[in-house]
């Protein structure tokens, strides 16, 4: 992950600094609002932004709506009162950092933003054959379709791939397709010249060139517009994109990753995906299972989980009963090791002693079935949780989509399913 602060070095930030490079965080830093949308116009990347509430953080986030750049931005400040945190998300921050910095909240952060340090875990036969198959392509130059259910883990797989291949030592980009306004996506991908559109003051290079040389993940490809997509599918054919307002072909050296959480096949036959850009992403298909399909792989996932959540926290180790493991394994895992993560996270914080126990394990057999949640109660609960997250994120439909690890589109159809206004 890559983090550009905005901001002026004090010990505090310094602290924070800190805590990010121990994660494995880059962190950049420049002075001024100006030099961070010149950072951001030139390509160099970043994940996150985090800035000062002292600075203009409105001028910040419409001058990158104007220029049709769409990193996240997260405010910070030293203690500050509840209604600078609070002018500061009117003002378009996605997220309020206090600081001295939290060590537990600042993960939280980068886990809903970008969490791409997790390692590949699994032992079972079927994902044993699958990472098997990872790594004979690796080292090519494929492109790969990484295809399953939310949560299954499709991106830490592009992140693999990319950290087995030729390429691990240049950048390693994400541009979520479901998460970005279709209006902005363009300028996203290719960037675009001086006065292509109004706001566009200056040049900006986009995510085709921000990755040249290295790997570019196209994360839920299925949510681009199909008329984009004629774009995305000539830049992947030629390896050479243009930029919007441009005069001619730029050349660009990367290699391409999609994932999609939908079937594609069942999107070509309603219109909305292109079947020659299908083709063209489909020369290896990677399909991740359902966390129930690999049950085996629970006891190492877990301890995986439970091991970071404690060091997170500063607590001592953990180790989970026969008991808890039992209740897990009669549990249908729709949310997939996404859930299985959050799950554990919430047992480590609130167990006792040094032993997750089967009560600390927040899930509920009584709402499932041989053949899966039962239709009512599974409706109840999802849309609880989507309430929640809204309420959380202060309505902000791309932060929850984030969150929830599903589509803009996907979120906006639960919304209407569920007549939540």
């Known amino acids: 992950?890559?983090?550009?602060?905005?901001?002026?070095?004090?010990?505090?930030?310094?602290?924070?600094?800190?805590?990010?490079?121990?994660?494995?965080?880059?962190?950049?830093?420049?002075?001024?609002?100006?030099?961070?949308?010149?950072?951001?116009?030139?390509?160099?990347?970043?994940?996150?932004?985090?800035?000062?509430?002292?600075?203009?953080?409105?001028?910040?986030?419409?001058?990158?709506?104007?220029?049709?750049?769409?990193?996240?931005?997260?405010?910070?400040?030293?203690?500050?009162?509840?209604?600078?945190?609070?002018?500061?998300i009117k003002a378009g921050a996605k997220e309020f950092l206090p600081l001295p910095p939290d060590e537990q909240l600042i993960a939280a952060i980068f886990t809903a933003i970008c969490d791409d340090t997790k390692a590949m875990i699994g032992g079972s036969a079927i994902m044993q054959g699958i990472i098997a198959v990872a790594d004979k392509i690796a080292k090519s130059d494929a492109i790969v379709l990484i295809t399953g259910?939310?949560?299954?883990?499709?991106?830490?797989?592009?992140?693999?791939?990319?950290?087995?291949?030729?390429?691990?030592?240049?950048?390693?980009?994400?541009?979520?397709?479901?998460?970005?306004?279709?209006?902005?996506?363009?300028?996203?991908?290719?960037?675009?010249?001086?006065?292509?559109?109004?706001?566009?003051?200056?040049?900006?290079?986009?995510?085709?060139?921000?990755?040249?040389?290295?790997?570019?993940?196209?994360?839920?490809?299925?949510?681009?517009?199909?008329?984009?997509?004629?774009?995305?599918?000539?830049?992947?054919?030629?390896?050479?994109?243009?930029?919007?307002?441009?005069?001619?072909?730029?050349?660009v050296d990367l290699r391409i990753i999609a994932t999609s959480n939908r079937n594609l096949l069942e999107a070509i036959e309603k219109g909305v995906f292109r079947e020659d850009l299908y083709f063209r992403l489909n020369i290896i298909n990677i399909e991740l299972p359902n966390l129930a399909d690999r049950a085996e792989d629970l006891p190492s996932l877990t301890a995986t989980f439970i091991k970071k959540y404690t060091a997170n926290n500063k607590m001592n180790e953990k180790k989970l009963s026969q008991e808890a493991l039992n209740k897990m394994l009669q549990y249908s895992w729709p949310g997939n090791v996404r859930e299985l993560e959050n799950v554990i996270h919430r047992a480590v914080?609130?167990?006792?002693g040094d032993e997750i126990k089967a009560s600390d394990i927040n899930i509920n057999l009584a709402q499932q079935d041989n053949s899966g949640f039962i239709g009512k109660k599974m409706a109840d609960a999802e849309k609880e949780l989507i309430v929640n997250t809204l309420g959380y994120c202060l309505g902000d439909l791309n932060h929850a989509a984030n969150i929830l690890g599903i589509s803009i589109n996907l979120l906006k159809e639960k919304l209407d399913l569920y007549t939540i206004k």
Request: glycine share 8%; with cysteine; hydrophobic share 40%.
């Open 1 to 88: 992950m890559r983090l550009l602060i905005i901001g002026d070095i004090n010990s505090d930030i310094k602290s924070a600094i800190d805590i990010a490079q121990a994660k494995q965080v880059k962190v950049m830093m420049v002075a001024s609002i100006e030099q961070g949308l010149d950072f951001l116009r030139d390509g160099k990347g970043t994940d996150l932004i985090l800035v000062d509430v002292k600075f203009e953080i409105a001028k910040l986030v419409q001058s990158m709506q104007q220029e049709h750049i769409s990193t996240p931005v997260v405010a910070y400040g030293v203690r500050c009162s509840p209604k600078e945190a609070v002018d500061a």
């Open 149 to 251: 259910k939310s949560g299954t883990g499709k991106e830490v797989m592009a992140n693999y791939i990319h950290n087995q291949s030729l390429r691990a030592k240049k950048p390693f980009v994400r541009v979520n397709c479901a998460a970005i306004p279709e209006n902005l996506l363009e300028s996203e991908l290719f960037g675009h010249e001086k006065g292509a559109f109004t706001g566009a003051i200056t040049r900006r290079i986009g995510k085709f060139e921000e990755s040249s040389g290295g790997t570019l993940l196209l994360d839920e490809i299925s949510e681009m517009d199909i008329k984009l997509q004629a774009k995305l599918l000539r830049a992947i054919q030629e390896q050479e994109i243009d930029r919007v307002g441009g005069n001619g072909p730029v050349k």
């Open 349 to 352: 914080l609130l167990s006792n």
